[in-house]
């Protein structure tokens, strides 16, 4: 594989170190940041980065509002590396537009496999460019240029929020269950507990109601979501 360019910023040395030992030998190279701004400076820098790690915990600038000022520029994904235990941490992360994330302290086998997912992911969302639009009442989606809008007015979604628009809007009328949203969008299975899905499914109907507030996107109660056609 084509070595892939992680930017890290965390201001743990060490882990650093250890992540750079760990990941080179996948074909992983990685560029380090120590601060919130040095690590927001290069994230906006014209540098390619195929994945962002993020720290919550940063001096100078903290990981919340560096993924905020990201975000208002940049769709690069960020895998948020959060509080073991602190749910705070994670749903507002995601809430900011992080793609996913990872409480310390993790196994680097289980970093690398979060890594390897939202590669995959990216990879799978470059081969929709050949797919067809999709025209669902006022709600279009260009796989070609990966952007969507409602009535007109551009989305400004992350790559895992088109993902999530795309394969619901390609199973329009039907159920799609949070197990294939977890395995086919995020690229993983879907473990006890984990409110990612629902947070970004409410993360698209909070940019779908800023345009216009009919319910596209039903919540099917223990199951998954649906989305529907407004007539």
Do not use: W
């Not at 509080?83 to 994670?90: E, I, L, P």
């Not at 997912?117 to 009442?137: F, G, K, P, W, Y």
């Not at 629902?198 to 979501?225: F, Q, W």
């Amino acid at each position: 594989m084509m070595d892939k360019s992680i930017l890290l910023i965390d201001d743990d040395t060490e882990l650093a170190a250890l992540l750079g030992d760990y990941l080179s030998p996948q074909g992983y190279k990685l560029t380090l940041a120590h601060t919130g701004k040095q690590g927001l400076a290069l994230a906006t820098s014209g540098q390619h980065f195929d994945v962002i790690l993020l720290d919550v915990m940063l001096p100078e600038l903290d990981g919340f509002e560096v993924l905020k000022q990201l975000r208002q520029t940049h769709l690069t994904p960020v895998l948020m590396l959060t509080a073991k235990g602190d749910d705070f941490d994670r749903i507002f992360g995601l809430e900011l537009g992080a793609d996913d994330y990872l409480p310390k302290p993790f196994n680097p086998r289980e970093l690398s496999a979060r890594i390897k997912a939202i590669v995959r992911r990216m990879e799978l969302l470059s081969v929709t460019c050949q797919q067809q639009q999709l025209q669902i009442d006022k709600l279009h989606l260009d796989p070609s240029t990966q952007k969507a809008s409602l009535s007109g007015i551009e989305l400004e979604l992350t790559g895992t929020e088109f993902g999530m628009l795309h394969l619901l809007m390609a199973n329009t009328g039907k159920l799609v269950t949070k197990q294939d949203l977890s395995e086919k969008v995020l690229g993983r299975k879907l473990s006890a507990f984990d409110r990612s899905i629902d947070m970004h499914v409410s993360n698209l109907r909070r940019k779908l109601a800023n345009i216009a507030d009919e319910e596209r996107i039903r919540t099917i109660r223990g199951a998954g979501y649906m989305l529907v056609e407004i007539r």
